[in-house]
């Protein structure tokens, strides 16, 4: 069942208008699939049940909606301005987290998660990744990178900053940069440093590694913005190869299904070597290392 089926922004919309009236269990499938981003397999392994019985599912679910659209049109109203039709690159109908300034309307929560033995409450809204729930990918990254007490670290697209406050907690002799081009997700971001008493915490609204000077951090962490393009997080991946220091370590997490293998191919032709340090739940984790200078030269004349 591909996404583009149903225009994604549709099905949220109607969800928010009618998603009370569907059964607990239609609401689940909806949540994970269109919101939280699961697969079919997912979420299929997660209700055990078949990935049939979860297509099918959300097949009733969807016509459920619309037929409550049909009698109420509650979200088609003859009213409403249309939305702006221009979208990111690899947004799949809706708005992209991906964004400088998101246009949905603010939607607050509060996620309360355990990592790295500690417990964590962090403030989340809508226009961000995977504010919802924790995703999956983020939590494998917090729970298996290595930050060293002093680290400079780069958080590149943070969000509302899970992997980049779990490292400053990790390094409270050294410091954390997070960016992300999402303005509303550098404020959360912020607020939950604030929230936590992280003070060598500093966040900043910029694409990618932005202002971070070459070659000066030791760490660079990343969850990339898959949805956004591959050009994109190729971007991401030179970025972290510019501002990491010889023998500098860089991890990406993405999920196998969206890509992860081509992802690590990207990595190994910046790096020259990559390897998988944790796999789960249909997500890996890659890590690389900035070669020293005598390596990088015989590196660069090989043409990489």
Not at 9 to 33: E, H, S
Not at 92 to 104: F, I, K, L
Not at 255 to 276: D, K, P, V
Request: hydrophobic share 40%; proline share 5%; net charge positive.
């Amino acid at each position: 069942m591909d996404r583009t089926l149903v225009d994604r922004d549709r099905a949220n919309r109607l969800f928010d208008a009618y998603g009370a009236l569907l059964t607990a269990r239609q609401q689940r499938m909806l949540r994970q699939y269109y919101q939280d981003d699961l697969s079919l397999g997912e979420i299929a392994g997660q209700m055990r049940v078949s990935r049939q019985a979860v297509h099918d599912g959300l097949r009733r679910a969807l016509a459920a909606l619309e037929r409550y659209e049909a009698a109420l049109r509650l979200v088609d109203r003859p009213d409403r301005p249309p939305r702006p039709a221009a979208q990111p690159a690899g947004a799949r109908g809706g708005e992209h987290y991906y964004v400088p300034a998101p246009r949905s309307r603010l939607r607050c929560r509060v996620l309360k998660v355990t990592l790295r033995g500690r417990r964590w409450t962090f403030q989340t809204a809508s226009g961000v990744f995977s504010h919802r729930a924790l995703d999956a990918g983020t939590r494998l990254l917090a729970e298996r990178m290595r930050v060293g007490r002093a680290d400079r670290v780069l958080d590149m697209g943070c969000g509302y900053g899970v992997i980049g406050l779990v490292a400053a907690a990790l390094a409270p002799q050294g410091e954390v940069w997070m960016t992300d081009t999402n303005q509303r997700a550098a404020a959360l971001a912020r607020a939950n440093a604030a929230r936590h008493h992280l003070p060598n915490v500093r966040v900043v609204v910029a694409d990618a590694a932005g202002p971070i000077r070459d070659c000066s951090v030791d760490l660079v962490l990343t969850n990339p913005p898959i949805r956004a393009g591959r050009r994109v997080v190729r971007t991401f991946i030179d970025e972290a190869w510019r501002v990491l220091r010889p023998g500098g370590r860089f991890y990406l997490v993405a999920r196998t299904a969206q890509g992860a293998r081509t992802l690590a191919r990207f990595i190994e032709e910046r790096f020259g070597g990559i390897r998988q340090v944790a796999a789960s739940g249909g997500y890996r984790v890659y890590e690389a290392t900035r070669s020293q200078p005598s390596d990088r030269s015989s590196t660069e004349a090989a043409g990489v």
